[in-house]
């Protein structure tokens, strides 16, 4: 029975799924001892049970919330990818400041704003007060550092994990762009 790979996208770039996604012809190697559930190659939205889940980006909304714990949940293996994911990255320079100071720059003073008023459409997700990383959030058994992190650290990760090590990745494998 083949191994089992989701991967998500939260508060971050996107970065980190196109290094996944540059690991190239290997992802037919991966094909051959794994199925991907949800990921940028199947746009698969409801996660089943799986062996690893890949998560980059931080947490900083209520969906990321839900998400990320249902990861948890389904996941047997859970690895941060990413600097966003394993410390909140770019999207925690808000940190700084309250919600408040940065929703109104955003959408009532901030330069280049034409129509000031807040957004208050209900499908919109809830924001935290703080960009987390994920660790404060769930349970991380493995962190992939780099921004994003190489193909190459990706591939030897995945590779050690699906035949049940733990990653060791060389410090010239790991990548702040």
Same mark, same amino acid.
């Given at each position: 029975?083949? +191994?089992? *790979?989701?991967? &998500?996208?939260?508060?971050? &770039? ?5 290094s996944f996604m540059d690991i %190239? ?8 001892? +794994? ?5 940028? $190659? ?9 062996? *690893?889940? @890949? !998560?980059?980006?931080?947490? &900083? ?5 839900? =998400? ?7 996941? #047997?293996? $859970?690895? +941060? /990818?990413?600097?966003?994911? *394993? ?5 925690? @320079?808000?940190?700084?400041?309250? $919600? ?7 959408? $009532?003073?901030? =330069?280049? !704003? ?6 208050? %459409?209900?499908? @919109?997700?809830?924001?935290?007060? #703080? !960009?987390?990383? =994920?660790?404060? /959030? !769930? #349970? ?6 780099? &921004? ?8 030897? +990760? ?10 060791? @990745?060389?410090?010239?494998? =790991?990548?702040? %762009?």
């Amino acid at each position: 029975m083949k +191994a089992r *790979i989701a991967t &998500c996208s939260l508060a971050g &770039c996107f970065g980190c799924h196109m290094s996944f996604m540059d690991i %190239d012809e290997r992802l037919l190697e991966l094909a051959q001892v +794994a199925d991907l559930d949800r990921s940028p $190659l199947t746009d698969v939205r409801e996660l089943g049970p799986c062996d *690893i889940g @890949l !998560v980059e980006g931080g947490v &900083c909304n209520s969906e990321n919330v839900e =998400i990320l714990r249902a990861f948890r949940r389904r996941c #047997k293996i $859970l690895v +941060a /990818v990413g600097a966003c994911a *394993i410390n909140g990255g770019i999207p925690a @320079l808000r940190n700084r400041y309250e $919600l408040s100071q940065c929703l109104a720059e955003a959408f $009532l003073t901030g =330069i280049g !704003v034409t129509d000031p008023k807040m957004p208050s %459409d209900p499908e @919109l997700p809830l924001l935290l007060n #703080k !960009v987390h990383p =994920i660790h404060e /959030v !769930v #349970k991380v058994d493995y962190s992939l550092p780099g &921004c994003p992190p190489s193909a190459e650290a990706i591939w030897t +990760a995945l590779s050690a994990l699906l035949a049940g090590n733990v990653p060791q @990745l060389p410090p010239e494998g =790991i990548r702040y %762009d």
